[in-house]
């Protein structure tokens, strides 16, 4: 995919989906700005990237803060001059301490919708007056295969999840008329700071993975879930928004891809 002469921001950029999302971007010609809470987390990303001779610099972000978002977006367009793509990827799967939380806590719910699905819609609602005057953007949200089917332990995030799904539809079809194409992946079991958190709070959970590493638990789920066989990457992820973001998908809107080995089919 030619991403030449695009600018793309990528939120929650600073680990896991959101740099693999940034290098497969920044490989396919994008010029990229990992944007993240954790700014020096994200500085230290970029500076990865960019020892690899990519086109990647880092921005702070907070996503629950509307006026964070708004500056961030202005000051990319005044650094770069346009904004042609938004990978949506910030997330969590709850509050601090979600780890030993059973059942999930207020906290949890609150600020899991802050973040997973206002923090979104904010994201957007800054960045779309632009694309919608010059009449083209592309915008992909990082929804999941738990957004597909809830989960018991997880009843928040799977929730959370599927509401970006249906976000994603809502302004797939207010942008549309503006040549504004939204989607979202969902990806499934990805190996990233935060699935290894899942994997220390299964440890817990369940009695049976007790004994195991986290990427031992990580492993079973694969072996358990996954037809194919095989855990899914950060660079699958990328590949898949790589495609959705160029000219071969230009009409694909509203959709939300299942990245996922097989685990969920629609």
């Not at 010029?31 to 020892?51: F, G, K, P």
């Not at 799904?165 to 700071?193: E, F, K, M």
């Not at 031992?216 to 790589?242: C, H, M, S, Y």
Request: aromatic share 4%.
């Amino acid at each position: 995919m030619d991403l030449s002469h695009k600018v793309a921001i990528v939120t929650g950029g600073a680990s896991g989906i959101g740099i693999g999302t940034g290098k497969t971007l920044a490989e396919n010609g994008a010029s990229v700005i990992l944007c993240d809470r954790n700014e020096s987390l994200a500085q230290d990303a970029a500076t990865i990237l960019q020892n690899e001779n990519l086109p990647v610099t880092s921005m702070h972000v907070d996503v629950k803060n509307q006026s964070s978002i708004t500056e961030t977006v202005e000051q990319v367009i005044k650094e770069f001059g346009t904004i042609d793509i938004v990978v949506n990827n910030a997330g969590v799967p709850g509050a601090p301490g979600w780890e030993k939380a059973f059942p999930a806590r207020q906290e949890d719910w609150d600020f899991t919708f802050e973040i997973n699905v206002r923090g979104v819609a904010l994201v957007i609602e800054a960045v779309a007056p632009h694309m919608v005057e010059k009449k083209s953007g592309k915008i992909v949200n990082i929804a999941s295969v738990a957004g597909r089917q809830g989960h018991p332990n997880f009843p928040h995030y799977s929730t959370s999840k599927a509401a970006v799904i249906n976000l994603t539809q809502a302004y797939a079809l207010g942008l549309a008329p503006h040549n504004i194409n939204v989607n979202a992946i969902c990806p499934g079991l990805v190996w990233t700071p935060l699935w290894e958190s899942i994997g220390l709070r299964a440890k817990t959970a369940e009695s049976q993975m007790s004994e195991l590493s986290a990427r031992e638990v990580f492993d079973t789920r694969i072996e358990a879930l996954i037809p194919l066989k095989r855990e899914q990457t950060p660079q699958d992820i990328g590949n898949t928004i790589a495609f959705l973001v160029s000219d071969r998908a230009r009409n694909i809107t509203g959709q939300a891809i299942n990245v996922d080995g097989g685990l969920r089919m629609n």
